[in-house]
């Protein structure tokens, strides 16, 4: 399958999506998709019922000067708790399926460059990695709590909370775009701080392809297809972009 050169975040994502119904990689996307159903599944359907009771409270916390941006509060709180709920899914789902995804990624790249992948995991392989993936993902955890920490201040902070969606947005975006190229980097051997220091260098495309994934898991239904298209996008920009940078 041929791999075009320096494509775009968006061409990226779409190439993840018709690698999808691929012979080959059919039953390493069934098992990430349903858990991806489960988690987006149940998980939405209890956050819509609890973003009026925050949304209510957020408001109901404002002082009294500032009642005038009452108005202004409740579509920047649905998007805040959609963004935060959207990540918080992400993250947990990435973690239960990360065995299945590193394996796409490894089938994926076979497929775009005609190469064997060296590492050749097996599913009961993958899943005797269960300890030292949990541990990787422990040391993401981490890195995200020291931005987590100022985040979370900014989004309490009246006035200046208004601007809190975008940066959990743009916070979002470069941490999905970590995450899914890990997948494919790990089956390389590259450890936590390689992967950012990798991604770093190509920055605006690894952003950017993080946030199309993020809007995409925002979307009922199409967030159910979007970590197995974006673990292939991903492998595809690792491909091209990340692993001669």
């Known amino acids: 399958m041929a791999v075009h050169s320096q494509a775009s975040s968006l061409e990226y994502l779409r190439e993840g999506f018709r690698l999808l119904p691929h012979p080959e990689l059919r039953w390493y996307v069934v ?3 349903l858990l991806n159903t489960l988690v ?6 209890w956050c819509i019922g609890l973003i009026g009771e925050l949304i209510q409270s957020a408001v109901d916390w404002l002082p009294q000067w500032l009642d005038w941006l009452s108005w202004l509060m409740w579509p920047v709180a649905v998007l805040l708790v959609l963004v935060v709920a959207m990540y ?3 993250t947990f789902a990435n973690l239960l399926a990360a065995p299945f995804n590193g394996l796409l990624a490894e089938k994926a790249e076979e497929l775009l460059t ?3 992948v060296a590492s050749k995991e097996t599913v009961l392989g993958a899943l005797r990695q269960l300890p030292r ?3 990787k993902e422990l040391h993401k ?3 995200q709590l020291k931005w987590l920490v100022p985040l979370v201040v900014v989004s309490l902070i009246p006035g200046v909370n208004l601007l809190a969606p975008l940066l959990w947005f743009c916070f979002s975006a470069w941490m999905t775009a970590i995450e899914y190229c890990d997948y494919p980097m790990d089956n390389h051997q590259y450890s936590f701080p390689q992967v950012r220091e990798k991604a770093s260098l190509q920055r605006w495309p690894c952003f950017s392809f993080g946030a199309l994934v993020m809007a995409g898991n925002m979307v009922p239904l199409l967030n159910l297809l979007m970590m197995p298209a974006a673990v ?9 972009r990340l692993r001669d940078a």
């Open 31 to 33: 098992i990430p998709l």
């Open 40 to 45: 987006f599944g149940g998980l939405f359907w």
């Open 141 to 143: 955890l981490g890195f």
């Open 232 to 240: 292939c996008g991903a492998t595809l920009l690792y491909v091209e």
């Open 114 to 116: 005609g190469q064997p």
């Open 88 to 90: 918080t899914f992400s």
């Open 133 to 135: 993936i949990f541990m």
